[in-house]
Nanobody
Framework: QVQLVESGGGLVQAGGSLRLSCAAS????????MGWYRQAPGKQRELVAR???????TYADSVKGRSTISRDNAKNTVFLQMNSLKPEDTAVYYC?????????WGQGTQVTVSS
């Protein structure tokens, strides 16, 4: 059992940057993977980026080259740095944690990118 709390969302102009944070209520060291998903109105929830326990990273094609996921195990926090933001990035961003038998979600943080 873990609580995930996202922060760092907001309104930003196209071309700007945001850093999203996901703070976990306990150690994230043993989770197999943590990641960020997003969901825009009328669209499926999609994986944006993930980072494994071994620090391997994966990115959606739509954000490759513009985003960086990282984790700080000492702070129980996962970050998503997003640069060169586009209006298409507008969505609610959710933090996710996975282990071998569980799947945990935060409440989400809104990112709105104006053109």
């Amino acid at each position: 059992q873990v609580q995930l709390v996202e922060s760092g969302g907001g309104l930003v102009q196209a071309g700007g940057s945001l850093r999203l944070s996901c703070a976990a209520s306990r150690s994230i060291f043993n989770f197999n993977a943590m990641g960020w998903y997003r969901q825009a109105p009328g669209k499926q929830r999609e994986l944006v980026a993930r980072i494994t326990r071994g620090f391997t990273t994966t990115y959606a094609d739509s954000v490759k080259g513009r985003s960086t996921i990282s984790r700080d195990n000492a702070k129980n926090t996962v970050f998503l740095q997003m640069n060169s933001l586009k209006p298409e990035d507008t969505a609610v961003y959710y933090c996710n944690a996975k282990d071998g038998q569980a799947d945990y979600w935060g409440q989400g943080t809104q990112v709105t990118v104006s053109s």
